[in-house]
C-alpha cells in the first residue's frame, strides 16, 4: 500500500461491496423472541455482520430458517407456520454461522373435549372420576378455557354439568343412574363437543368375576411339596379376599403326587398344569418337577451308594426364624438337595449342602428343625469342646470329636449354663452349614 494511502473499512447496508461472495463473522435473527397463538404465523429475518461488526446487509432470502423438533408445523421462506404449544429454538443458518432465537407458542381456542379413559365397566349408582381436557384443533391442551361444560349418558349422569375447568382440563366424581351396556357421556359446551369411550354399566352389588392362584409358575424337585393361595376378584377387578381354604386344587392327569388341601407333594418330572376352582371360577398355574441328580458324597467320606432321588423316605421340615423349608432325605437322613432357608424378610440365609446327614447328638435322623433366633455377633470363645463365633459375617458352631468334624445347625446356649441345650449335626461333609447375618 502506497504511503498516505488510506484503507476503505467496510459499508454497511444491502450496498456492501462484495456481500455475497465474503464469509460473514456473524449473523443476527430477529425477533429474539417471540409468541404466537398455534397455527399462526411467526415471520423472521437474518443480517449478516463482517469481522468488525459492520453489517453486510439483510440475507433474510437466502438463509436458512429450522425450529426444533417437536414443535411440528412448517415454513414457508422465514415465515413459519406454529403447531403445538411449547417454547421452541429457532434457528437461523447462513454461510455457516447461525444465531438462534426464543418462539413461545400457545394453544389456541379450545375446540373439542377429550375424556380420559373409563375403565368397564362401571357400577350403577356408584360415583366413579371422569376428566375431561380442553383441547385445541392442534391436540394442545387449550388452557385458557375456564368455563364449565354439559354433560349426558344414555341412562342419566349425576351432575349433568362440570365446574369449571382449571387450565383446560376438569376432573370430578359422576354418578350414573342405571344398568347400561355400551354407555358413553358426552360433553358440550358452546361448538366445543366431546365423547369418552364407550363402557357398561352393571349392577354395584359385587358378584364374582374370576380368580387368580399363585404362584402362577413354580419349579420343584421330585418328592417335594409346594403350597398354593387363591383369591377372588369382583367384576370391577376388586379383590373379594383370600379363597385358599374354601378353594380345590388338582393337577394335570399323570404327574401323580397327592394333596394335603393346598399343598402338593410332587412326584413324576414334568410340566404340569395346576388348576384352582372357586364358585364355577377356575384359574392355571404352571408347576415345573425336575428329578433330582444322584448324590455322591465328596472324596474322602465314607463310601456311599448313589442314592435313588426318586423315593426319599421322608421329608425334613426347616422352621427358620418362621418360614417352613421342606427338603427330602434318605432312610439314614442324607439331604437329597440343597437347602436355601431365608427369613421371612429375607434378611438372614441357612445354606445346608446336599449329601449333609442330619441327626441328633446320639446320631438319630433329624425330621424337623427350628430355629427360633440366631446368635447376635460375637468374639470367638472356647470352653470344652465347644466353639462359636462370628467370621466374615458367617456364623458357625463346631463340635470336634476325634477325628469327625460335626457342625451345629441349632443351639441354643443358657447363660446360667455353659452347655449346648439343643444339638444338630451335620455329618461328614467339606461344606459345611452356613447361617449368614446381612
Not at 47 to 54: G, K, L, S, T, W
Not at 150 to 174: K, N, Q, R, Y
Request: glycine share 10%.
Amino acid at each position: 500500500m502506497a504511503l498516505g494511502a488510506v484503507r476503505n473499512l467496510p459499508q454497511g447496508g444491502t450496498g456492501y461491496n462484495g456481500a455475497a461472495a465474503l464469509v460473514p463473522g456473524h449473523i443476527i435473527i430477529s425477533p429474539k423472541a417471540a409468541g404466537v397463538s398455534a397455527g399462526n404465523n411467526a415471520i423472521y429475518t437474518a443480517e449478516a455482520f463482517d469481522e468488525y461488526n459492520h453489517s453486510m446487509g439483510d440475507v433474510t432470502t437466502t438463509a436458512n430458517f429450522t425450529v426444533q423438533n417437536g414443535a411440528g408445523g412448517n415454513w414457508t421462506g422465514s415465515a413459519y407456520s406454529s403447531q403445538y404449544a411449547g417454547v421452541w429454538t429457532i434457528t437461523a443458518s447462513y454461510k455457516g454461522k447461525t444465531d438462534a432465537a426464543v418462539l413461545k407458542v400457545n394453544a389456541a381456542r379450545a375446540t373439542t373435549f377429550v375424556f380420559s379413559p373409563i375403565s368397564s365397566p362401571q357400577p350403577a349408582r356408584t360415583p366413579f372420576p371422569v376428566t375431561i381436557t380442553a383441547v385445541d384443533r392442534f391436540g394442545n391442551t387449550a388452557e385458557s378455557f375456564s368455563n364449565t361444560a354439559s354433560i349426558c349418558t344414555h341412562a342419566g349422569i349425576l351432575p349433568d354439568i362440570t365446574g369449571a375447568f382449571s387450565e383446560g382440563v376438569w376432573t370430578g366424581m359422576v354418578v350414573i343412574a342405571d344398568v347400561c351396556p355400551n354407555d358413553s357421556i358426552t360433553a358440550t359446551q358452546g361448538g366445543i363437543v366431546g365423547f369418552s369411550n364407550h363402557f357398561d354399566v352393571v349392577s354395584a352389588v359385587p358378584e364374582l368375576s374370576r380368580i387368580a392362584i399363585t404362584p402362577k409358575t413354580a419349579e420343584v424337585s421330585t418328592g417335594t411339596r409346594i403350597s398354593y393361595t387363591a383369591e377372588a376378584f369382583d367384576q370391577f377387578n376388586r379383590t373379594l379376599g383370600n379363597i385358599t381354604i374354601a378353594s380345590s386344587f388338582t393337577i394335570q392327569n399323570g404327574a401323580a403326587g397327592n394333596w394335603n388341601g393346598n399343598t402338593y407333594s410332587s412326584q413324576n418330572p414334568g410340566v404340569w398344569i395346576v388348576t384352582a376352582s372357586y364358585g364355577g371360577k377356575t384359574d392355571n398355574a404352571t408347576l415345573t418337577v425336575v428329578p433330582l441328580p444322584p448324590v455322591v458324597l465328596p472324596a474322602g467320606d465314607a463310601p456311599l451308594a448313589e442314592i435313588a432321588p426318586k423315593a426319599p423316605v421322608s421329608n425334613l421340615t426347616i422352621d427358620f426364624l418362621g418360614r417352613i423349608t421342606t427338603v427330602p432325605i434318605s432312610s439314614d437322613g442324607r439331604i437329597l438337595d440343597d437347602v436355601v432357608a431365608k427369613d421371612p424378610q429375607g434378611l438372614q440365609t441357612l445354606e445346608i449342602a446336599r449329601g449333609n446327614k442330619v441327626t441328633d447328638a446320639s446320631g438319630n435322623v433329624v425330621k424337623t428343625i427350628t430355629v427360633r433366633e440366631t446368635p447376635p455377633p460375637a468374639q470367638p470363645r472356647e470352653f470344652g469342646h465347644y466353639r462359636g463365633g462370628i467370621r466374615s459375617e458367617t456364623f458357625r458352631h463346631e463340635i470336634r470329636t476325634g477325628d469327625k468334624d460335626y457342625f451345629v445347625l441349632s443351639s441354643r446356649e443358657p447363660a446360667s449354663e455353659r452347655r449346648l441345650d439343643q444339638v444338630i449335626v451335620l455329618q461328614r461333609t467339606r461344606r459345611v452349614a452356613r447361617l449368614e447375618n446381612r
